[in-house]
């Protein structure tokens, strides 16, 4: 196991490197909690459950750090522990050909959904025996904790599949820890239920934060923080922070969300419908607001807007060869946004996408203007 975590002594250490030799924009970096991170992050949710797609994700990886990248997100369900798996490889990789230290990477993973072993289950059958058998027949999971057949987050179930994550992963710490899509609960809950199902799980974490098992946590959501206020799936994000608070104080390590956002998709930039005190806002300004660091996921949905943009985003982003990399211009340039995550299962994707790593992002006027002109 990889002992250690991200500092900001190393990580500020893996920027300067890699602005000095490589000539990466040091706009390119920013802090975040103390911790210089690259306005890009690595995802790691798309592909196929197979060795190939594992030894594809492992060189991402590698070329994604040694091209100045320092922020990896996964999850433990993502292609059945495989990208987790994957990642803790690469991790090897990287401090055995000494490209970098654990401490200058900032590990992001998360937990909720239920996560195969290695595949997935052939049948609807398979899925309830393995579940049956892995989660009920061990005390890890009671009927009542299930939300949509498939998602959970009581804190016996929160503390194996952290344990699963940090054993895939190779290391001692996880930095950030997110609660996947907690909004899923909601189906099966009114807000008093949901709330107490928060808190629990945020005791766990803080729980765990204190042990050195994570550094902070947070919830990593799609559909929760873009949602109008009156949706069954709405997440407020000043209850979430009052929840961390009530239990661990000012001090409290609940420091993180992950929604989508990219230029389909801009609720977190233009929807006011996130509370802080006496006014609604859109979740960015809240989460700034309440000291809460934001990364986009979903950064090119999905590889769709990686081609035929309106022209209008061509002439907004002068200088970029392609739709791929004006939308994550896009993106690592918005207000109070901190990093933007690009799905990247293979080395070229890898090349081409940090490529912007050597310019500034653009001004956030240019944002502000594509904020008003896009539908
Ligand atoms: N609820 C949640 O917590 C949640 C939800 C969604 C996503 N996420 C996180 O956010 C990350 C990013 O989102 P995402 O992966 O869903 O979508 P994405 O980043 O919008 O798109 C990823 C897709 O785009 C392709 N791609 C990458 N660079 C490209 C380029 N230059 N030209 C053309 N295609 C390109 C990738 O291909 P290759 O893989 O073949 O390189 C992949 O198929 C995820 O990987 C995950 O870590 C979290």
Redesign the pocket.
């Known amino acids: 196991m990889l002992p250690g975590f991200a500092t900001p002594e190393f990580t500020a250490a893996f920027a300067a490197r890699h602005i000095q030799e490589q000539g990466v924009a040091t706009g390119h970096y920013r802090t975040v909690r103390g911790l210089t991170v690259g306005s890009v ?7 196929d459950a197979d060795a190939e797609t594992d030894d ?1 994700y492992e060189s ?1 990886v590698v070329e994604f750090v040694k091209l100045g990248g320092n922020l990896i ?3 433990i369900n ?1 292609r059945a522990q495989r990208s987790e798996r994957s990642i803790g490889r690469a991790l090897k990789r990287l401090e055995h050909e000494a490209v970098a230290r654990r401490e200058e990477l900032v590990l992001c993973t ?1 937990g909720g959904y239920f996560s195969f072993d290695g595949r997935y289950p052939k049948t609807r059958k398979d899925v309830q025996d393995w579940v049956e058998k892995t989660f009920f027949e061990t005390g890890i999971l009671q009927r009542d904790d299930v939300a949509q057949a498939c998602h959970a987050m009581s804190p016996a179930y929160l503390r194996h599949q952290i344990a699963a994550s940090l054993g895939n992963l190779g290391v001692d710490t996880i930095d950030v820890y ?1 609660l ?2 907690p909004e899923t609960q909601l189906a099966n809950l009114d807000r008093a239920g949901f709330l107490k199902r928060v808190r629990a799980a945020f005791e766990t974490l803080e729980e765990y934060a204190a042990a050195g098992a994570i550094r902070w946590y947070g919830c ?3 559909n929760g923080f873009r949602a109008a206020p009156t949706s069954d799936e709405y997440l407020s994000l000043e209850e979430l922070v009052a929840a961390a608070r009530d239990i661990a104080g000012d001090g409290h390590r609940f420091r993180f969300v ?3 956002f ?1 230029l389909a998709m801009l609720e977190a930039a233009r929807f006011a419908n996130q509370r802080v005190g006496d006014r609604l806002m859109p979740l960015f300004e809240a989460a700034h607001r309440l000291d809460i660091t934001c990364i ?12 035929e943009l309106p022209e209008a985003i061509a002439e907004a982003f002068p200088g970029l060869p ?1 739709d ?2 004006r939308s ?1 211009q896009f993106n690592r340039s918005a207000p109070n946004l901190d990093c933007t ?6 080395a ?3 090349v ?2 940090m490529g912007l790593a050597k310019r500034p992002p653009a001004p956030p006027e240019t944002v502000k203007r594509l904020l008003l002109k896009l539908a």
């Open positions: 992050g690595l995802g790691t949710y798309l592909g594809s991402a997100d996964t999850a993502y998360k997110y996947h899509n990593a959501t799609w992950q929604l989508p990219n986009a996921s979903a950064s090119i949905l999905q590889g769709k807007l990686a081609q392609s791929a990399l994550i995550l690009v799905g990247m299962g293979r070229p994707h890898v081409e996408n």
